[in-house]
């Protein structure tokens, strides 16, 4: 059997902790009962652990016992660079696993069962669902909707050499933030949501302003700053690919190959300018 899961950019501005989008960059893996063992291709494939501690198998694991199965990885989201690959693993792990099982799961019971292994939802969701999703809490759950299939805009990656501890990013933003802006993020927020469910280009425009995340990590994110000083004509705003480093510009639809021609000349060696697409599926067994 084979299953898939998709990388995925979180917070899309202003949607700090409750926005993202699925991108249709995927990790794989193909797995068939057997003497257990783990092969690793392609991204960490020198890193990552070949045993039961790898993340997908402790996310297999909540279904079916991952020490009867071989398995054979094709990793293909670079890790720590704000693409959501450990919210990948679990995805996959977890879809594989209950294959595994003969077990029907909702991508709500999985967003539950996901949670177990990362704390935030927005990354988990979009893996889960596909599309683009909002996440908050209500009663103390989790809650998790997929509102379009796609945004009204198309993400360009620029994917540097140099990685980012999402841990370490977190403790870097303040236990507080001033009124304003609250109040400022709060608008954008509003409007990010309305833009992507209208599919208003213009609208989205306007929405990537954020207030609470993207200031306090652009040390560690110099694209950031750099893309957005000098972001090329046909780009309808420059985001933070979750913690970072990574940035997403957000290419006019119809001007995309412009914005791809423009950000290979921009950026500097080590870069990658990696066009992609919103995927509208998540997670799933092939």
Not at 26 to 52: I, M, Y
Not at 155 to 174: D, E, F, K, W
């Amino acid at each position: 059997m084979q299953a898939k899961a998709p990388a995925s950019t979180a917070n899309l501005g202003p949607g700090f902790d409750a926005a993202a989008a699925a991108l249709d960059l995927w990790n794989e893996v193909t797995f068939e009962e057997g003497a257990f063992s783990v092969e690793l291709e392609g991204e960490g494939a020198d890193e990552l652990p070949r045993d039961a501690t790898h993340l997908a198998l402790r996310a297999f694991a909540v279904f079916a016992p991952p020490e009867r199965y071989h398995f054979r990885f094709m990793n293909r989201i670079p890790l720590e660079r704000g693409l959501g690959s450990s919210a990948a693993a679990i995805g996959l792990g977890l879809v594989a696993g209950a294959a595994a099982a003969g077990r029907t799961v909702s991508p709500d019971e999985l967003l539950g069962a996901a949670l177990g292994f990362e704390g935030h939802a927005d990354n988990l969701a979009a893996v889960l669902n596909g599309g683009v999703c909002l996440t908050w809490q209500h009663d103390g759950a989790p809650r998790a909707r997929r509102i379009a299939s796609d945004m009204p805009a198309t993400p360009i990656l620029a994917i540097p050499s140099t990685r980012t501890s999402t841990a370490h990013s977190r403790n870097g933003l303040p236990a507080t933030i001033a009124h304003g802006d609250a109040a400022a993020n709060a608008g954008a927020a509003t409007l990010l949501g309305a833009a992507i469910v209208a599919g208003d280009a213009e609208l989205l425009r306007h929405a990537f302003h954020d207030r609470l995340h993207e200031q306090y990590r652009a040390a560690g994110a110099p694209l950031l700053a750099e893309l957005r000083s000098h972001a090329p004509a046909g780009a309808v705003g420059v985001t933070l690919s979750g913690s970072g480093p990574s940035v997403v510009v957000w290419a006019d639809k119809r001007r995309e190959a412009e914005v791809v021609e423009a950000l290979a000349h921009a950026v500097s060696a080590g870069t990658r300018v990696v066009p992609l697409r919103v995927v509208g599926e998540g997670a799933r067994v092939t």
